[in-house]
């Protein structure tokens, strides 16, 4: 696999998003989709991965070289922000890890309004890779289209070249002990500029850093196809709040049917299950 490839892949029509009823409500009334940086998220071999594998193949190819290639740590660790979308419409671990255990929703956004996003704001839409032997090519492809010197280290503009190319590729590769996500990702590497009112730190228990998108521009509907009510107590209570928050976006209340809203159907236990 080459990364080209990648690029050329097609993501279906819908991508879906797992968030809480917050996120919901913060994604419809900002009109903002919010990218986490990348060390943030619940993987923890997020980027260490790919770097690992480069500093082995570098190792590989250049055995008697008496390079250095720890410097690639440095400057691999870029500051990249990611947002997550699954092609999974109604999975259980989805629910339980993003859709706060099943009381949450699913967006569904249009894909080729997502990849209009993406054009516009300097980012990158790509799925993930699980895949060893897929892994191991993008890695080779990236060490055979970049020879270096011969001298006793890689040098600053070597590190600093290799880790630009280094730094999509880092973003997509996941263990695969998550494949069943079907993860695609929205992402931005490149002219991360903190000074930037995009760029900023949300305060919290947690706080995080985030690079805010505005869709504003897009009409909404446009983007946002569907929701997905999580396998909660109270379905048409949800139902209820969702419609008023569509309404709330610019969603006329002559298109609420079963394309807009539905609910999950998993039968997934709440309350008084056994443990």
Request: hydrophobic fraction near 35%.
């Amino acid at each position: 696999m080459r990364f080209s490839d990648l690029r050329m892949k097609d993501p279906p029509e819908i991508l879906w998003h797992y968030t809480s009823a917050a996120g919901l409500s913060g994604i419809l009334s900002s009109s903002e989709l919010w990218l986490t940086h990348i060390a943030m998220q619940n993987d923890h071999m997020e980027q260490k991965e790919a770097i690992e594998r480069l500093g082995k193949s570098l190792s590989s190819r250049y055995p008697d070289s008496g390079q250095d290639f720890s410097v690639i740590s440095y400057f691999g660790r870029a500051r990249v922000c990611t947002l997550s979308f699954s092609e999974a419409d109604d999975l259980l671990s989805q629910w339980r890890g993003y859709g706060n255990s099943g009381q949450g929703f699913a967006i569904g956004f249009a894909s080729s309004e997502l990849k209009k996003l993406a054009e516009q704001n300097d980012c990158d839409l790509l799925p993930c890779v699980y895949n060893e032997a897929e892994k191991n090519d993008l890695i080779s492809e990236l060490v055979a289209g970049n020879p270096i010197g011969n001298g006793p280290g890689l040098n600053l503009f070597e590190a600093s070249r290799i880790a630009a190319e280094l730094h999509p590729i880092s973003s997509i590769i996941k263990s695969e002990k998550f494949q069943e996500e079907k993860e695609w990702r929205l992402f931005k590497y490149r002219k991360v500029d903190t000074s930037q009112d995009s760029y900023c730190i949300i305060p919290g228990q947690h706080p995080r850093t985030v690079w805010k998108i505005d869709f504003g521009k897009i009409n909404t509907p446009k983007l946002v196809r569907k929701i997905l009510i999580g396998p909660c107590n109270d379905p048409e209570l949800e139902r209820t709040r969702v419609t008023e928050m569509l309404l709330a976006s610019g969603f006329r209340a002559v298109s609420f049917d079963t394309h807009i809203i539905d609910v999950s159907s998993i039968p997934l236990r709440k309350n008084g299950a056994a443990t």
